[in-house]
């Protein structure tokens, strides 16, 4: 399988990275050379197998129904770019 | 170099326990080594303030008689693992600035033991790369050179800053992480022993996260004891990582200089790779004989499906970091470009924060996770995945003790060298150590000689889950048969 240049375009804003028009073809020439290097998977017979969900054994634990940390607004937003009182602050997203 | 920064971790800790010398001795000694290094890169951030008041508090405690496992012993730090108000980099533009207000449980194991820290280390961006040349603070000069060049080496990634600094004497250890081979890889390169512990054995809390079933903490350090002290500080349950393992942590330094006679080491056909240098072929073939005269049974095995471990590999990896990495959202922390919207905040401040190796990656990740793609690859590779790690439970049900392979298909390489024009040229680099990260199992590269380029090469050791005892075992029985490979002259 390969990616076209629109498809370049799709996954980068998927990917939420601005992408500039003049660097498309070379991300598609990049992503391309990955692809092709996977496309040997494609030969493995996988009928039956079950995927990895985990490498080791292991159910995961519960832990008691409690509060057991937090009350640290301050420090949450401590490293924000941008913060009015505890509030992350952000461009309007709501008319 | 000092005489005290020529010491072992282990020498460093008998001889602050002697009272030979203090820990603030110890500890300004690899200060001055660490400034008198920067051409090498290997710091992206020197904490020489907070080291001198942690070996002063290790002093008194010393003077006591009440001295703790890592007791005023300077160590350095992979900038991925968070300390609490030292800025954690990742070696990203994107998280510039961000000073976490913990502290990863492994490093505050580090430090509950009595450790010093020297400073935060490079690494490729997010511990993507194998050479450390994706770093947003430039890359790690390794101290090694070829005979007769002096072109600068890579010292491998992504934890090249870890390996540089321990090869170059810059501190007595380096805590590391392995998501493909990231510890393995650099140690190789420069002469030095990692370990890669099991899955789940050392606490991934406060880590910044590349791959989450993949990414695992262990160290690099200049012998195999020293990594096993290192170890026992760093392994450990932790409630607030969910894939953390309960079980007891043992003392891994009584592991070395124990009997390997009877041991079963499997020797892999399918790891003897078409086009094989010579050099690699002979060492590996050395590797076996050395620890037949130890005393240990060798018996060829096969794991089929090794060649599928690296494509798979680059679809399950890129796919967790496209997960992981959305948190980079110029919102709650580090770098941020400011847009019309939040979309094109978003856009800009990801476009501006992330290198190219980075964005390559998040890029096929979303791709193989989107609408239509994720059976044919994301699927498709967690199924391989589980025929790479039954290739191994069939070979340790057979009886096989522990599994030596080479640890990098070539030495180190120069800058610029490779992996310029197509990324997967550099991808090669892992193709012996990304099985071990696939199937979630330990790990261990000890040096055991010098290429004809006078670089050093190492061979790795695999083994069964939990099983890293017998791992230390083995590698100091190949460290005590290979030549002792000496680090070139400072030239720094």
Known sequence: MSVDQATVRRIAHLARIAVEEKEVEHLQGEINAILSFVEELSSVDVAGVEAMTSTMPM????????????????DIVANAPEREDNFFVVPKVVE | MTELTKLTLAAARDGLRARKFTATELTKAHIAAVEKARALNAYIAETPERALAQAADSDARLAKGEGRPLEGLPLGIKDLYCTQGVETTAASRILKGFKPHYESTVTAQLWRDGGVMLGKLNLDEFAM????ETSAFGPVVSPWRRKGSDAKIV??????????????????????????GSIRQPAAFTGTVGVKP??????????VAFASSLDQAGPIARDVRDCAIMLRSMAGFDPKDSTSVDRPVPDYEKAIGASVSGKTIGIPREYRLEGMSAEIDGLWKQGVEWLRDAGAKIVDISLPHTRMALPAYYIVAPAEASSNLARYDGVRYGLRENGRDIVELYEKTRAAGFGPEVRRRIMIGTYVLSAGYYDAYYVRAQKIRTLIKQDFEQAFHAG?????TPATPSPAFALGEKGSADPVEMYLNDVFTVTVNMAGL???????????????????????????????????????????????????
């Open chain 2, 129 to 132: 790369g194998s050479s450390n």
């Open chain 2, 400 to 404: 096989v003790d522990a599994i030596l």
């Open chain 2, 155 to 180: 010292p491998g990634g992504s934890s090249g800053g870890s390996a540089a600094a321990v090869a170059a004497h810059l501190c007595l250890a380096a805590t590391a992480t392995d998501t493909g």
């Open chain 2, 442 to 492: 330990p790990g261990l590269v000890a040096p055991c000689g010098l290429a004809a380029d006078g670089l050093p090469l190492g061979l790795q050791l695999i083994g069964r889950p939990f099983e890293e005892e017998t791992l230390f075992s083995l590698g100091a029985a190949l460290e005590n048969a290979a030549p002792k490979i000496g680090l070139p002259k400072a030239w720094w």
């Open chain 1, 59 to 74: 159910k995961l634990r519960m832990r008691a129904d409690v509060v057991n940390d937090g009350h640290k607004a301050a």
């Open chain 2, 198 to 207: 099991t899955y789940g054995r050392c606490s991934r809390w406060g880590v």
